[in-house]
């Protein structure tokens, strides 16, 4: 079985600031792991992925996150909030596309970051 | 646009009518996913198609909710007799075999009167 929990629903920074928003996992085979971004009444848009190559991932945006074995964790960040990242974030979980999972995305709850002036 | 679509966008029904909801992925991509999106929640897993093959559905699929995705291509969700807990975004994903990124379509917004 496999799940997310991401921490903290809501996330306010001011424009500027560093953006961390916290997942951890669980998964009982080595994940692949995703950010997703979603804005008001849109479909979700791939930020960045993990499948097991570097530990630090580059994404669009300026987004990176960095995959923590140890800590069971996958926290995004970014250096330098915009107004235009304001919008709820999704980390997701699946794992090995073969035998019963088939790549099905397990979803964290969301955290809508907000962005101060 | 060479996206996955989805149509309608929205969809305003009243309990107990049946609605359908169409998803067009991207033309290469063989794997479909059909994920449920409640306010305030991350999506939820539905069923999956692996090119005309309905190979998973999840439990929240019930007996109401049928999927089809005749000849590999489009799929479509049934909802029969819609009940006020159906109301939901409706998401739809696709992806290439061996890659594991699904890209989504706008969804559906159901709500049910």
């Known amino acids: 079985a496999q799940s997310v929990t991401q921490l903290g629903s809501h996330v306010s920074v001011s424009e500027g600031a560093l953006v961390l928003l916290r997942c951890n996992y669980s998964s009982s085979v080595p994940p692949y792991l995703f950010w997703y971004v979603q804005y008001p009444n849109q479909g979700l848009q791939l930020l960045l992925k993990y499948t097991s190559a570097a530990t630090l991932v580059k994404g669009i945006n300026g987004f990176e996150a960095e995959f923590k074995k140890s800590e069971t964790s996958f926290h995004l960040t970014k250096p330098s909030a915009h107004m235009s990242d304001a919008a709820e974030y999704f980390c997701?979980?699946?794992?090995?596309?073969?035998?019963?999972?088939?790549?099905?995305?397990?979803f964290g709850q969301g955290t809508i970051l907000t962005v101060h002036p | 646009d060479t996206g996955v679509s989805q149509d309608p966008r929205h969809k305003i029904t009243k309990r107990g009518q049946n609605v359908t909801f169409r998803c067009d992925p991207i033309s290469e991509h063989n794997r479909l996913y059909w994920y449920r999106q409640t306010l305030g929640q991350g999506p939820e897993f539905l069923t999956y198609?692996?090119?005309?093959?309905?190979?998973?559905k999840s439990r929240l699929l019930s007996n109401r909710f049928s999927a089809e995705r005749p000849k590999g291509s489009f799929s479509t969700l049934e909802i029969q007799r819609t009940e006020q807990g159906d109301s939901a975004m409706y998401l739809c994903?696709?992806?290439?075999?061996?890659?594991?990124?699904?890209?989504f379509g706008p969804g559906t917004r159901l709500t049910v009167l």
């Open positions: 994903a696709s992806s290439v075999r061996g890659l594991r990124e699904q890209f």
């Open positions: 997701a979980v699946t794992h090995n596309a073969g035998g019963t999972s088939y790549g099905k995305l397990t």
């Open positions: 198609f692996q090119n005309e093959a309905q190979l998973e």
